[in-house]
């Protein structure tokens, strides 16, 4: 059952709420455009403390990486001596230089191959603590985060942006740094080679460096752009895949596939204007790089001409300026990866600075041991986040005694599934107090409150492992033989034994392979594994038929009876039985009883029961 009084920006509410797309590409617009002011890289500085973690590899390639540099610069020094001493005597010395050449292209080789794989393996395996540090911080945060960002969004920052910062990582980093190193390494041995030519080659730089900032920043904001115009294409795709059938029921595929299409041309229109940016800068670097080097040479040749300059050497500026050059061109290309990555981890460390709302206190108060199975809420005031005009609850107060079985019934709305989320610390209330076995749900850690249930939703989620898997999501510890109980007592036996694997069959994604009603009797078999103290039941049997029912409801009430039981429901007649019945309307309890005396008082239960009953 769903509460009418969720919050309208719930995650799940606003993929059916008309207009709820645009005020969700609106607010991530807004954060675009907050992250577009930054103009530097300092959001790559999040990525040091991962990367000490693993300070021997990063030793072993900024090593190897010198190393590969010093022996591509060596090569000129060989050249240079190859054709300045090789051809005296007749040449006599010249296979000795061109073995010195072979075995410096050798241990070129060799040390570019050892770079490569700690460069590769040091990145890859900070990537991978990225992944899993974030996929951890998204698992902390609380539904009232999710009210504010879909699921699609969160995605594409678990995806496409972490594989920008891989390529940077892996790839761009490498290259970024031994192309720096050769430039440093070139330009040094481009002094002593010839000191004229060399400061000629340097006023050049500072047109290069103009192109490169100019336009540099400009790359960055339009990246920042794009990925989030396509984080918005990506989190559309995924609501429409994830209800596909919704979408192919009401004949809504054009439509979607035109909306996809409008976001991904909107992310693409983004990303041509820095494809041209990018490309100016590329060609007014080429132009004013090579131009110059060409003067320099011809300038070069000339003192060749006039005895001031040996060949051997003149070929070795002309290596060494082809390495600086190339360098200073592919420091260009990798400030563009730098920048992409930049705007990729600023995304990724908004979602590390979250703070979930719902967190253990410094100091948590123990829960008693054993579990004592009782649950309290007193004077409770709460309204979701964005509507504080509109109580969930108003005073709501309930108290459930250790083994007692307590239904909450009333209309949309009222307030009934409100209670089981506060219950589990999904919110915090306004005002009033949760307790669970005498302590405050505040002052517990959350995780340890929420192993005093066994929850039961209505839309019964499954993953898309074996069946064997999902009961066991239940708890971790179970054994076959108490999988296998559960799901007898849930009535799953027979249809998952009759699964082609058995209990080792794939479900399929989020179970989609089972009915609703088998997906149901898998999340009481979940819930039944778990052995907690207190079961929360929403709706727990509305998705079986008759026949199903009956076998569930009987083995509930067998799981009801060593157990604390809230009950949510809107067909009375599965809450007959309860010790209590707590009537509510509008976030408040208006009646309490049981059936009987309900019924008899003629009020709102009476009157529901009444519609029900007659209705049978």
């Known amino acids: 059952m769903t509460d009418t009084t969720a919050p309208v920006t719930d995650a799940a509410d ?25 103009r530097d890289i300092r959001p790559l500085g999040r990525l040091l403390p991962y990367a000490l973690r693993h300070k021997g590899h990063m030793a072993m390639a900024v090593l190897w990486l010198a190393l590969s540099t010093a022996a591509s610069l060596a090569l000129t020094v060989s050249a240079r001596g190859a054709i300045d001493n090789g ?49 951890e911080r998204i698992l902390t945060l609380d539904p009232a985060f999710y009210a504010q960002m879909r699921t699609g969004e969160v995605l594409s920052r678990l995806t496409t942006d972490i594989a920008l910062v891989e390529t940077l990582l892996t790839t761009s980093v490498s290259f970024a740094l ?30 290069l460096l103009g192109p490169i900032f100019l336009f540099g920043r400009q790359v960055r904001k339009l990246t920042v752009a794009s990925q989030d115009k396509f984080a918005n294409a990506v989190g559309f795709a995924g609501e429409s895949v994830d209800a596909i059938e919704t979408v192919q029921a009401f004949g809504r595929e054009k439509s979607a596939i035109a909306r996809f299409g409008a976001a991904v041309e909107a992310a693409f229109g983004v990303s041509l204007i820095r494809i041209r940016a990018r490309a100016l800068m590329t060609a007014m670097i080429i132009v004013v790089m090579f131009g110059g080097v060409t003067l320099v040479l011809w300038l070069g040749a000339q003192d060749v001409i006039g005895g001031r300059m040996s060949p051997g050497a003149l070929l070795q500026f002309v290596l060494l300026a082809v390495f600086v050059a190339g360098a200073v061109g592919a420091l260009g290309e990798s400030w563009g990866d ?21 967190a253990p206190p410094a100091r948590p108060h123990a829960l008693p041991e054993p579990p004592v199975g009782e649950v309290s809420m007193s004077a409770v005031q709460f309204s979701y986040p964005g509507r504080p005009d509109l109580p969930a609850l108003n005073g709501f107060s309930l108290t459930v005694r250790p083994g007692e ?153 067998k799981a009801m009876s060593t157990r604390t039981t809230i009950v949510i429901a809107h067909r009375l007649a599965t809450v007959l039985r309860a010790d209590r019945i707590m009537v509510m309307e509008d976030g408040r309890v208006v009646e309490e009883g049981t059936h009987a005396a309900l019924k008899a008082r003629g009020g709102l239960y009476a009157r529901l029961a009444e519609l029900q009953f007659r209705a049978d």
């Open 87 to 135: 051809f005296e005597d007749g040449g006599a010395r010249l296979n000795l230089w061109f073995m010195v050449l072979g075995a410096n292209a050798l241990f070129l080789g060799l040390a570019t191959a050892v770079r490569y794989y700690f460069v590769t393996k040091t990145g890859e395996r900070v990537v991978a603590d990225v992944r899993k540090g974030l996929f």
């Open 14 to 38: 606003l993929r059916g709420r008309p207009g709820a797309g645009a005020l969700l590409i609106e607010q991530m617009g807004e954060a675009g455009q907050r992250r577009e002011k930054r």
């Open 405 to 557: 079985t307590v239904a909450l019934v009333g209309p949309s709305g009222a307030g009934k599934s409100t209670v089981f989320r506060l219950l589990l610390r999904f919110y915090d209330p306004q005002s009033g107090v949760v307790s669970v076995d005498g302590v405050d749900v505040r002052e517990a850690d959350p995780t340890a409150v929420r192993n005093r249930f066994a929850w039961v939703s209505q839309e019964a989620p499954l993953f898309s492992g074996s069946a064997n898997e999902n009961i066991r999501f239940g708890r971790e510890a179970a054994t076959v033989d108490e999988l296998r109980a559960a799901a007898g007592e849930a009535q799953a036996l027979g249809f998952l034994e009759a699964l082609p694997q058995g209990f080792d069959t794939p479900l399929g994604e989020r179970g989609k392979s089972l009915s609703g009603g088998q997906r149901q009797r898998m999340a009481i078999a979940r819930a039944l594994v778990r052995d907690a103290p207190i079961l929360l039941l929403d709706e727990a049997t509305s998705a079986l038929d008759a026949e199903s029912e009956r076998l569930v409801q009987a083995a509930l009430d």
């Open 338 to 358: 730098v920048q992409k990555a930049a705007g990729a981890m600023e995304r990724i460390d908004e979602l590390m600075r979250s703070t979930p709302a719902i």
């Open 178 to 207: 031994r192309n720096f190193l050769t430039l440093i390494g070139g330009t040094i041995l481009l002094f002593v080679v010839s000191p004229k030519l060399t400061g000629m080659v340097l006023l050049v730089v500072p047109l």
